[in-house]
């Protein structure tokens, strides 16, 4: 955990505007309700803002124009960034420097950076290159061929098979497998001919991969995913893949091969994206979601099969009736009946 900070000095690492005691030091972060006067928390959603009365932190980092109800605050375009930026400076630390640890397995020909950390139990296969100040945890298998950016951190049991290249700022979490098989077969008969997954995976920079997610490699040439963009935990992406800059894939989703998905696309829980399909940018797809044809860019969608949110938003309304319907149209069926009847009887 870093030293305190005053206000001053946390709003010019923000960029915001103190509005009350400058020299109020802050030694850490803690929820509205939590907070104590060495704290400082933060109002991001205005139907909390009665709790900042009540709250006892040091400061509160709010949006301008919002009510401080006398408390000491930084204003900020956007207080849950400014939030997450302090929560980094506060309680995340550097990586040192540990060098190639005891009980640490490096191939030949292996170009290896400064200010570097790789821990007993990684394997690193031949013609390997890591970039500097990376870190590399217990277990990490690196295969031939491999290529790791600046700044990059591995952890505990992920892998990275032969020849995928990794960018610079990646996270990769326990647990990931970078370039696994390809799922390709080819009937012969009665079984399945496996294909040869002879391509790659590329990772571009600021991409980061949540545990036991797996990233397949191309059949032919590269399964991409695209600068900056975040994959949560337990995500399959199949082979020749590309994932689009600063999108967000979330846990249990999984995109079937040779599907494209554009910039800014979030993929909440679970959604289903079927093969050779596209998805265009500033998508955003509901939980659950299976996605069997091409998206247009810039909409939103909901549903299995998906179709536009507003309209998913209409089904699910009637859906909710439909015990109530199904028993006013049994009701009208057996009026029917009885009307028929009287009229043969006529």
Sequence with gaps: MTQDKTLKELAEYLGGIVKGDESCTINGL???EAAGPDKI?????????????????????????????????????NPYLAFAKLLGLFYVQPHPPLGVMAGAC??????LGEGISVHPGVVIGNNVRIGDRCVLYPGVVAYDGVSIGNDTVLHANAVIRERCRIGNRCVIQPGAV???????????????????QIGIVVL??????????CIDRAALEVTLIKRGTKIDNLVQVAHNCQ???????CSQVGISGSSKIGNHVTLTGQVGVAGHLTI??????????????SLAANAGYSGIPVQPHKEWLRSMAVVAKL??????????????????QQITKQ
């Excluded at 994932?243 to 894939?249: A, N, V």
């Excluded at 940018?281 to 509901?286: F, L, P, S, T």
Aim: glycine share 12%.
């Design 30 to 32: 803690a929820p509205l």
């Design 178 to 196: 970078i370039g696994s098989d390809g799922f390709g077969y080819a009937p012969d008969g009665r079984g399945y001919y496996p294909i040869p």
């Design 323 to 340: 015990p109530e319907l199904k028993k006013s149209v049994s009701a009208l069926e057996k009026r029917i009946i009885e009307l028929e």
């Design 204 to 213: 571009e920079d600021d991409v980061e991969i949540g545990a036991n997610s």
């Design 106 to 111: 490096t191939g030949e020909n292996v170009s």
């Design 280 to 293: 265009g940018d500033n998508v955003m797809v509901g939980a659950k979601s299976g996605i069997p044809n």
């Design 41 to 77: 928390t933060f109002l991001a959603n205005p139907k909390y803002a009665a709790k900042v009365a009540e709250t006892k932190a040091g400061a509160v980092l709010m949006a301008p124009g919002a009510e401080s109800y006398g408390h000491n605050v930084i204003e900020v375009a």
């Design 243 to 249: 994932i689009g800059e600063d999108s967000m894939i």
